[in-house]
């Protein structure tokens, strides 16, 4: 058990719609990551936040956005969704945001979009 | 701009039997590289790392990766595989310095036979 908390586990909405993905990070952890794990496209890199601020943008679309709440748990919110976003998504934490902390995923959110 | 390539993407081994799984990364500027595995249906769990230091890193499942600069390599091997190590194995880089994005490769299925 790594300590991170996604919820929900499956999600299943239709195109057009928003949704919402929620993270709790690992006791005493202050960064947080989301990844989106696909068949064609691999782990990539959303975004990443340390004590509250964004400290890192990677491939993220404009449909997208997270953010990290004061009691340091973390929301990434889709909109516009497509069938393309179908995907699974993992949060991340770690305890500071240097290079050589190491992460700990959670179980991630497989997320269909029908 | 960092990029990781593993060289293979399913790696089929007898029980027993010794394996190696490839990576190459490239980057500007001083790295640190680590290896992750995701068994089905979890989330990625870190293997082992190098920071810095020795070249040759283990795990505590039996796994090595070797540190090469010169030919920009962090290479996984095993000498004997057991069933329970049938998963995917990422590699991973991330500069040095204050804001980090870990890069993925593109993952290895390993997959062990009886």
């Known amino acids: 058990d790594s300590g991170v908390t996604q919820t929900p586990k499956h999600l299943i909405t239709a195109t057009g719609q928003r949704v919402t993905l929620r993270c709790s990070p690992r006791s005493g952890d202050l960064s947080v990551y989301w990844y989106q794990q696909s068949l064609d496209q691999g782990l990539q890199f959303l975004i990443q936040y340390y004590n509250g601020e964004e400290r890192a943008k990677g491939n993220i679309l404009e449909r997208f956005s997270a953010q990290q709440f004061p009691d340091l748990h973390s929301e990434l919110n889709l909109s516009s969704l497509e069938l393309g976003d179908s995907a699974l998504y993992f949060c991340?934490?770690?305890?500071?945001?240097?290079?050589?902390?190491?992460?700990?995923f959670g179980n991630g959110t497989r997320l269909t979009v029908t | 701009a960092q990029s990781v390539t593993q060289l293979d993407s399913q790696v089929p081994v007898f029980e027993e039997a010794p394996v190696e799984l490839r990576c190459n990364y490239s980057s500007s500027v001083s790295v640190y590289l680590f290896w992750y595995v995701q068994y089905p249906n979890q989330g990625l769990q870190l293997l082992l790392k190098y920071l810095s230091g020795s070249t040759l890193v283990e795990s505590i499942n039996g796994f090595e990766a070797e540190f090469n600069k010169s030919q920009t390599s962090f290479h996984l091997r095993k000498p004997s595989v057991h069933i329970s190590d049938t998963a995917e194995y990422f590699c991973?880089?991330?500069?040095?310095?204050?804001?980090?994005?870990?890069?993925f490769g593109s993952g290895t299925q390993l997959t062990v036979l009886p």
């Open positions: 991340a934490s770690s305890v500071d945001p240097r290079g050589d902390s190491p992460l700990h």
């Open positions: 991973a880089v991330s500069s040095s310095g204050s804001a980090r994005q870990l890069t």
